[in-house]
């Protein structure tokens, strides 16, 4: 009989491992118990965890395995960002990135191995696209940030779905994964600490809110869809007043305290002027929402630059005297590139895209 490939018991959240718990004769309080070893003690090494019975331990080491992504470089920014390139399946490798800033510790983490979206200012999409995480590769990311951190007595307190891919095009692993990210059995981070973050999957933001209450940001960029249309092609098929509809269903369900996040980089001469905030204050009126405003991080022919900072200060400045909350991401780790929009990773293309942006940069080179 052809051997089954043990399961990756990091890909399976509280629910589904009950059920495989109980599908082996067990009770599901087992699974529980499970859970508190592997992310409470950091113990996977079934024969340690002495409260289960030993057949079962036995069952357990036979049919499971912890299996976390091989990390292939990592590159410490001066001002103290960590960006990991991780090897997941197939030889691909994405990147993650742990954003510490004063006891707080984001962690930026990829959803897929490229994107297939292709937004024309992000340096993701250029990779073009090979598939899906798994869940167990997207829990994984968050495990070893965790391990850097264990030796400094702290660990992850945000989590943004904010790194390479785009998160709705994978939603059951990362549903699964944003649970263990929440669950108080496993990394106990709280929902409006977890962000799912979409360019605007119009679909999966009724789906998502469905099924969870993670806290979601959306990929705004442009405060009308000619321009959007450019900037985030998706929205060919889910305009602004579609989105900005899923939109509010999705804030119904997080209740009155909490809001949005609208992501908007500003790309310079191209969605900075005072009148794309004036719209931009007016489109979003009736949506309870923060704004962050992301400065461009530039990368190899990308075709765009970054508006300088009084531009950037005056936009900012509209926005915030017509009564929106409205942060500045400040640049994090550009220098090991590790900034917004420009993790790579390590794509085997399945498009045409790399091919071409690779021929175009190699272009530029010799202009
Ligand atoms: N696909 C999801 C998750 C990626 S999040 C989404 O679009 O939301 C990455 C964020 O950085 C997005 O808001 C993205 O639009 C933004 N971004 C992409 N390229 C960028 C760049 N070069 N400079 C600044 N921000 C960028």
Same mark, same amino acid.
């Given at each position: 009989?052809? /051997? /089954?490939?043990?399961?990756?018991?990091?890909?399976?959240?509280?629910?589904?491992?009950?059920?495989?718990?109980?599908?082996?004769?067990?009770?599901?309080?087992?699974?529980?118990?499970?859970?508190?070893?592997?992310?409470?003690?950091?113990?996977?090494?079934?024969?340690?965890?002495?409260?289960?019975?030993?057949?079962?331990?036995?069952?357990?080491?036979?049919? !499971?395995?912890?299996?976390?992504?091989?990390?292939?470089?990592? $590159? +410490?920014? *001066?001002?103290?960002?960590?960006?990991?390139? %991780?090897?997941?399946?197939?030889?691909?490798?994405? +990147?993650?990135?742990?954003?510490?800033?004063?006891?707080?510790?984001?962690?930026? %983490?990829?959803?897929?191995?490229?994107?297939?979206?292709?937004?024309?200012?992000?340096?993701?999409?250029?990779?073009?696209?090979?598939?899906?995480?798994?869940?167990?590769?997207?829990?994984? /990311?968050?495990?070893?940030?965790? $391990?850097?951190?264990?030796?400094?007595?702290?660990?992850?307190?945000?989590?943004?779905?904010?790194?390479?891919?785009?998160?709705?095009?994978?939603?059951?692993?990362?549903?699964?994964?944003?649970?263990?990210?929440?669950?108080?059995?496993?990394?106990?981070?709280?929902?409006?600490?977890?962000?799912?973050?979409?360019?605007?999957?119009?679909?999966?933001?009724? *789906?998502?809110? /469905?099924?969870?209450?993670?806290?979601?940001?959306?990929?705004?960029?442009?405060?009308?869809?000619?321009?959007?249309?450019?900037?985030?092609?998706?929205?060919?098929?889910?305009?602004?007043? !579609?989105?900005?509809?899923?939109?509010?269903?999705?804030? $119904?369900?997080?209740?009155?305290?909490?809001?949005?996040?609208?992501?908007?980089?500003? #790309?310079?001469?191209?969605?900075?002027?005072?009148?794309?905030?004036?719209?931009?204050?007016?489109?979003?009126?009736?949506?309870?929402?923060?704004?962050? #405003?992301?400065?461009?991080?530039?990368?190899?022919?990308?075709?765009?630059?970054?508006?300088?900072?009084?531009?950037?200060?005056?936009?900012?400045?509209?926005?915030?005297? *017509?009564?929106?909350?409205?942060?500045?991401?400040?640049?994090?780790?550009?220098?090991?590139?590790?900034?917004?929009?420009?993790?790579?990773?390590?794509?085997?293309?399945?498009?045409?895209?790399?091919?071409?942006?690779?021929?175009?940069?190699?272009? +530029?080179?010799?202009?």
């Amino acid at each position: 009989m052809a /051997q /089954q490939s043990p399961i990756n018991l990091y890909g399976l959240h509280r629910e589904a491992l009950e059920a495989f718990v109980e599908q082996l004769g067990g009770r599901a309080y087992r699974a529980r118990q499970v859970m508190r070893w592997v992310y409470h003690q950091g113990v996977t090494d079934f024969a340690a965890m002495t409260d289960l019975a030993k057949s079962f331990r036995t069952q357990m080491a036979e049919l !499971t395995c912890f299996s976390l992504p091989e990390v292939v470089t990592r $590159a +410490e920014s *001066a001002d103290g960002t960590i960006k990991w390139v %991780v090897r997941v399946a197939n030889g691909n490798c994405v +990147e993650t990135v742990l954003i510490p800033d004063r006891g707080r510790n984001t962690l930026c %983490v990829s959803s897929q191995v490229g994107c297939m979206l292709d937004c024309s200012f992000c340096a993701t999409g250029k990779q073009g696209f090979n598939g899906n995480l798994s869940a167990a590769e997207i829990v994984g /990311q968050v495990y070893l940030a965790n $391990a850097e951190l264990r030796g400094k007595d702290q660990s992850v307190t945000n989590v943004v779905m904010m790194g390479m891919g785009e998160p709705l095009l994978n939603f059951d692993a990362v549903l699964a994964a944003t649970d263990i990210m929440m669950d108080d059995l496993a990394f106990g981070i709280s929902k409006r600490r977890v962000t799912v973050s979409t360019a605007g999957h119009v679909p999966g933001i009724y *789906a998502l809110a /469905q099924a969870t209450d993670v806290s979601l940001a959306v990929s705004l960029h442009a405060p009308n869809d000619a321009l959007r249309d450019v900037l985030v092609p998706i929205n060919r098929k889910y305009p602004i007043a !579609t989105l900005l509809e899923a939109c509010e269903h999705y804030l $119904a369900g997080l209740g009155e305290k909490r809001s949005l996040t609208i992501e908007y980089t500003l #790309l310079k001469g191209v969605n900075d002027h005072i009148e794309h905030a004036e719209q931009l204050a007016r489109l979003l009126r009736p949506l309870r929402c923060k704004i962050n #405003l992301i400065p461009f991080n530039p990368f190899a022919a990308s075709g765009y630059e970054k508006p300088d900072e009084a531009r950037v200060r005056r936009f900012q400045t509209y926005l915030m005297n *017509a009564g929106y909350a409205t942060m500045l991401r400040t640049t994090r780790g550009d220098d090991i590139n590790a900034a917004c929009g420009q993790l790579v990773g390590n794509v085997t293309d399945r498009t045409k895209r790399q091919g071409r942006y690779l021929a175009r940069v190699k272009a +530029e080179e010799v202009a």
